[in-house]
């Protein structure tokens, strides 16, 4: 079976330019979450999302922004970038709704903002 | 609002336990332990969970004190594959969802 997949896996992008994530979890999973991953640092939770609503929001700005889609798939939006955004964009799937539900991780999006 | 402290770097002989200790404090009564592991900046990866037993999987041990204030993840027989960074994270409830509170981690250094 198919793990999370995520792509692009690298990105290069300039100050002020917007950039789009993509994320597709496991099969039968219903919630996507995204994290950023700053060098150095542990993941910090930005969103997550389930049946398409947005169920959780982290201590991002609204350049952030997020989707989910009918087959449960993700995206990603972050607007007028700035250096410090740069880091890895984790997604992760899991199938909510248990006490003892894990997260599975992508390998993650290399965001370089110049 | 980190909510687990962990030493930054650990070395552990190969073939040694390796057990990699974590400090939450401030964790609420329905709030799980995790730990994961992250090699070369790739995705974290799952190792166990739990809420206030201890716990044992085919990868680790997790030890839980009694008042839940601390925790220790133990690899039995370390080897150089599990070079990587630790993590232990409080999962927490808010909002009607889950959310995953990442520490800082633990480097772990397996040496031959």
């Known amino acids: 079976d198919a793990g999370v997949t995520q792509s692009p896996t690298h990105l290069i992008k300039t100050r002020g330019q917007q950039v789009t994530l993509r994320c597709s979890p496991i099969s039968g999973h219903k919630s996507v979450s995204w994290y950023q991953q700053v060098l150095g640092q542990g993941p910090q939770f930005i969103f997550q999302y389930y049946e398409k609503e947005e169920r959780g929001r982290g201590n991002f700005p609204d350049r952030f922004s997020a989707r989910q889609f009918p087959n449960y798939s993700s995206e990603l939006n972050v607007n007028a970038l700035l250096l410090g955004d740069s880091a890895l964009y984790l997604c992760?799937?899991?199938?909510?709704?248990?006490?003892?539900?894990?997260?599975?991780f992508g390998s993650g999006t290399q965001l370089s903002v110049l | 609002d980190a909510k687990t402290t962990q030493p930054p770097s650990m070395d552990c002989a190969e073939g040694r336990a390796a057990n990699l200790p974590c400090n939450h404090s401030t964790i609420s009564g329905n709030e799980y332990v995790y730990w994961y592991r992250q090699i070369h900046s790739q995705g974290p990866q799952y190792i166990i969970h739990g809420l206030k037993n201890n716990e044992t999987n085919e990868m680790a041990s997790l030890i839980i004190t009694e008042d839940r204030k601390s925790s220790t993840l133990i690899l039995p027989h370390a080897t150089l594959r599990d070079t990587a960074v630790y993590y232990c994270i409080v999962r927490v409830v808010a909002s009607g969802t889950y959310k995953y509170i990442f520490g800082t981690g633990t480097r772990l250094k397996v040496l031959a």
């Open positions: 992760a799937s899991s199938f909510l709704g248990t006490a003892n539900e894990k997260l599975f």
